[in-house]
Structure formats: structure tokens, C-alpha cells
């Protein structure tokens, strides 16, 4: 069982209106344009999403100055559309049961856009940390980005 008490919490407001929000989570083609921190892309040709419970991930993020790639993925425990997602995140070939951070993506409407909360649980992570946190803090950056040009609030 993962250690809930590890975790990290990030919050974006987004001008992107719930379901742009989702989609960019669940389809593979919006995931490819943000999935990854600054100084690295996701080729398109890496990115599979099976966004059902049970359904698997995977992506590669790869350096652009290195070329160095990271595989990563997961399976889906949870999905309400436009609202909630739930999955493991790291080994992709973890299953389902395993032992494996947990990351739960929730999403509301707020004005004419969305405020969405990014909780990861079962790694240690700080801002500065110039790892967990940090990495996903610049993912999400490059979320909002491509949703809305930029973060309504960072």
C-alpha cells in the first residue's frame, strides 16, 4: 500500500472550460502538446491512452538537448468525465493493484473557466525539489499553455 502521507498538492485556474480540461487528460493527441516538463517533449507516435477503468497509459518524454528518453504510465482506477480522474503513475507495465503512486486529477467549473487540483500521493515532493514536484509543477505550466496561452493564475 502506498504511503498516502508522501504527496503533493498543485491547483491551476484554467479559461478552459472543464471539458477542454478532461480532453487534454484523456486524449492522446491534446496529451502529447503538455505531457512533460520544460527542455523535453512527448512525441505524439509515444502516447497511448486507454481512458477507461483499468484502461493503461503510456508516454515518452524525451530531452530535447540529451535525446535521453523516460517511459512512464499507468492504469486508470477512476474516471467521471469532466470531474475526476484518477490513476497510478510511473512503471508503465504496473498493474493494476501494485504498488505505485497514485495521482488524482479533479476539475470544476469556476467563471467561465476551470479550477483543476493535481494530487499526488506515495512520492515525496516540495517545490524546489527539482524532481516530483517540479516536474509536474512545469507540466502543468505547459498545460496551461497549451489550453489558454497561460495559466489564468500560477
Do not use: K, N
Not at 483543476?116 to 506515495?122: C, E, K
Not at 512520492?123 to 524532481?131: A, I, K, L, N, Q
Amino acid at each position: 500500500m502506498i504511503d498516502t502521507s508522501r504527496g503533493f498538492t498543485i491547483e491551476r485556474t484554467f479559461r478552459a472550460d472543464p471539458r477542454r480540461v478532461w480532453d487534454a487528460w484523456t486524449v492522446a493527441d491534446e496529451a502529447a502538446r503538455w505531457w512533460h516538463p520544460r527542455g523535453t517533449s512527448t512525441p505524439r507516435d509515444s502516447v497511448s491512452i486507454d481512458a477507461q477503468i483499468g484502461g493503461r497509459y503510456a508516454y515518452t518524454m524525451v530531452d530535447d538537448e540529451t535525446g535521453e528518453s523516460v517511459r512512464t504510465g499507468g492504469v486508470y482506477r477512476e474516471l467521471s468525465p469532466d470531474r475526476r480522474l484518477v490513476f497510478t503513475w510511473g512503471d508503465p507495465d504496473v498493474g493494476p493493484d501494485d504498488d505505485a503512486p497514485v495521482v488524482t486529477v479533479t476539475i470544476a467549473p469556476e467563471g467561465s473557466g476551470s479550477r483543476m487540483r493535481f494530487d499526488l500521493r506515495g512520492v515525496d515532493g516540495h517545490p524546489g525539489d527539482e524532481f516530483y514536484h517540479d516536474g509536474w509543477d512545469e507540466a502543468l505550466d505547459c498545460l496551461g499553455e497549451h489550453l489558454d496561452g497561460a495559466p489564468a493564475d500560477a
